[in-house]
Structure formats: C-alpha cells, structure tokens
Nanobody, 117 residues
Framework: QVQLVESGGGLAHLGGSLRLSCEASGSGFSLLHMAWYRQRPGKERELLAINVRGGQTDYIDSVKGRFTMSRDNTKHTVSLQMNSLKPEDTAVYYC???????????WGQGTQVTVSS
C-alpha cells in the first residue's frame, strides 16, 4: 500500500517559481513509476512528467525546459520544480505512483497552483 502526500502549492505571479513535493509512504518505492499530473480548469487531467523506476524522466512539450521532476529513492520523495510560470499553469497538481506488478495506481490529494498575470 502506498500513500502520497503533496505540498508546496500556492500563489505565484507570471514568471515566478514554485516547488511541489510529494512524500510517499509504503514499501517498494524504487520499483514504482512516479509521475506528476495536473488538471486545469475545464480540462481533463493531463500527464506532465513521468519517471520510470528512477531512470529517465519524460516531459510534455508545454512544460519541458520550465519544469523539472526530481526523485530521491532514499527519502521516498519526488519534487516538481516549476519555473517561468504562466497563468496557463494554474491547475490542481497531483502526484501519481504506479505499480506495474500490481497494476495499481496511487494518487495524492492534489495541491492547488494559481498563477496570476
């Protein structure tokens, strides 16, 4: 069983920065695929970045070069450093973990990010 707790959301201005953190409890963290998602107002939840078992991290084009996902398998945490924020980044951001062996996904509660112009 995995539980995810997110923190770090809040208000930022155009061009500002925020760092989101996700702490995971439970065993087998190093075997999980970890990802960040967001859901913008009126939009479907979308994948932003995914890291496969601490290997390569892939980003969608809209955040590539601005957002950086970090993973610490020792501390069982993942972070999302968000720079050069735009109003279009306003969304609820979710931490996600997937166990391929169990075909099970886990979600954090979400944290609100609001970017003003």
């Amino acid at each position: 069983q995995v539980q995810l707790v997110e923190s770090g959301g809040g208000l930022a201005h155009l061009g500002g920065s925020l760092r989101l953190s996700c702490e995971a409890s439970g065993s087998g963290f190093s075997l999980l695929h970890m990802a960040w998602y967001r859901q913008r107002p009126g939009k479907e939840r979308e994948l932003l970045a995914i890291n496969v078992r601490g290997g390569q991290t892939d980003y969608i084009d809209s955040v590539k070069g601005r957002f950086t996902m970090s993973r610490d398998n020792t501390k069982h945490t993942v972070s999302l450093q968000m720079n050069s924020l735009k109003p279009e980044d306003t969304a609820v951001y979710y931490c996600n973990a997937k166990s391929v062996q169990l075909d099970t996904e886990y979600w954090g509660q979400g944290t609100q990010v609001t970017v003003s112009s």
